[in-house]
């Protein structure tokens, strides 16, 4: 049962020394874990042959450092840097208290339990706290895992400290002895792939947003634009409901560029966009569309409500300056406008194209100003959205 463990623990870390991810998500210390453990087993198959520092004191040391780089890697996985004391400290106790005791099996295997509960703790606490994972599934299969063990090896000190002799159920050879050995292997598993969960959902969420939100704002971007607003504007049409679109034009963008910087630029991008987003209910939408372009899209929102809302950001971006490098930049935007109650047979990219006239109209009337458009209704051959370009 130990030359199992021993070869699947070893089978696990080298799977996982294969990953190797462009993020320190802590499966390299996760893999450096499963080796320590490995060895752990191999050191205990030397009792009674090896000297008792290395089958006790050297292999439960390595066993004290395998919780321990569990530790460390569920800090890295969270962004945060391991913390020395919380992982040497059961490493150096365990070495020392396995030194004194390695004459007396009671006070032994009662220190060992307690210790290495107190390590699970410690990473259950640091899975969970102070935020929770947002990959639930891989976090709660760690937890039933380790939580499990943790129980167990209490359960065993609890038994230590109020007997004399070692438990006959866990000291006994046989079946109860290899039930032991293969419920660690089983904790060893699920809890290496409840890690693996984890980073595979992250990695899952990652390309989602990657595919769906503008790199630079991180806002929707123009395919999560255009995706939204069809499924949106084919509800309306059913429910002849009201649906307003917002183009939004940073004005003069192009001398902030060649002025201060496309990373002056780039600030004030993304300021724009979080005044936008600051200002939406929580079913609209506020993406980039493209250059220094925004489009907002506002379901169940009639003319008079998106006009007020576009009043409502063109000034409070006026009257709030992005800063770039301690300098104020002072911005203001030119709102188009397309609110209409839609019918079957509307399209979508209608709205964008009504939108972007009246922001026409709005940059031909002076910047820094709203105006509106009504939707152009004809029949029109269904086609990829589309903004015609234009010179500004």
């Known amino acids: 049962m130990m030359v199992m463990v021993t070869a699947g623990t070893m089978a696990l870390a080298v799977a996982m020394a294969v990953v190797r991810p462009d993020r320190r998500e802590g499966i390299g210390l996760w893999a450096l874990a499963l080796v320590a453990n490995a060895v752990t087993y191999l050191l205990f198959m030397t009792r009674g042959w090896a000297p008792n520092w290395i089958s006790m004191v050297l292999a439960n040391s390595l066993l004290a450092t395998a919780f321990a780089l569990l530790l460390a890697a569920v800090s890295e996985f969270h962004g945060r840097t391991p913390q020395r004391l919380p992982i040497l400290l059961p490493i150096a106790a365990t070495a020392v208290l396995m030194t004194i005791s390695q004459n007396h099996h009671q006070m032994r295997l009662l220190c060992l339990s307690f210790l290495l509960a107190v390590q699970i703790g410690l990473i259950l606490w640091a899975l969970w706290r102070p935020e929770p994972?947002?990959?639930?599934?891989?976090?709660?299969?760690?937890?039933?895992?380790?939580?499990?063990?943790?129980?167990?090896?209490?359960?065993?000190?609890?038994?230590?400290?109020?007997?004399?002799?070692?438990?006959?159920?866990?000291?006994?050879?046989?079946?109860?002895?290899?039930?032991?050995?293969?419920?660690?292997?089983?904790?060893?598993?699920?809890?290496?792939?409840?890690?693996?969960?984890?980073?595979?959902?992250?990695?899952?969420?990652?390309?989602?947003?990657?595919?769906?939100?503008?790199?630079?704002?991180?806002i929707a971007n123009r395919r999560l634009l255009q995706q939204t607003l069809r499924r949106d504007t084919e509800r309306a049409m059913r429910e002849h409901a009201p649906y307003a679109v917002l183009m939004v034009d940073i004005d003069h963008f192009k001398s902030v560029n060649d002025t201060h910087g496309h990373l002056a630029g780039d600030t004030v991008l993304r300021h724009v966009a979080h005044l936008l987003q600051a200002r939406v209910r929580g079913q609209d939408m506020v993406g980039r569309w493209g250059g220094e372009e925004f489009l907002v899209l506002l379901p169940a929102t009639t003319l008079e409500g998106a006009r007020q809302l576009a009043e409502a950001v063109r000034a409070s971006i006026c009257d709030t300056p992005s800063h770039y490098n301690g300098i104020p930049l002072p911005v203001t935007v030119s709102i188009g406008i397309c609110a209409e109650a839609l019918q079957p047979g509307d399209r979508a990219r209608l709205l964008v194209e009504a939108a972007d006239k009246a922001l026409y109209a709005a940059k031909q009337g002076g910047r820094n100003r709203v105006e509106s458009a009504p939707l152009a209704r004809m029949h029109v051959l269904p086609g990829a959205l589309a903004a015609p370009a234009r010179v500004r």
Do not use: C
């Open 133 to 218: 994972p947002r990959q639930r599934r891989g976090a709660l299969l760690i937890s039933v895992a380790l939580g499990t063990e943790g129980v167990l090896l209490l359960g065993r000190g609890l038994w230590y400290a109020g007997h004399e002799g070692p438990p006959r159920v866990i000291m006994s050879n046989g079946l109860s002895q290899s039930l032991t050995f293969l419920t660690s292997f089983i904790v060893v598993q699920l809890a290496t792939l409840g890690f693996i969960l984890m980073t595979k959902d992250r990695a899952e969420a990652i390309n989602h947003a990657l595919a769906n939100n503008d790199m630079l704002t991180g």
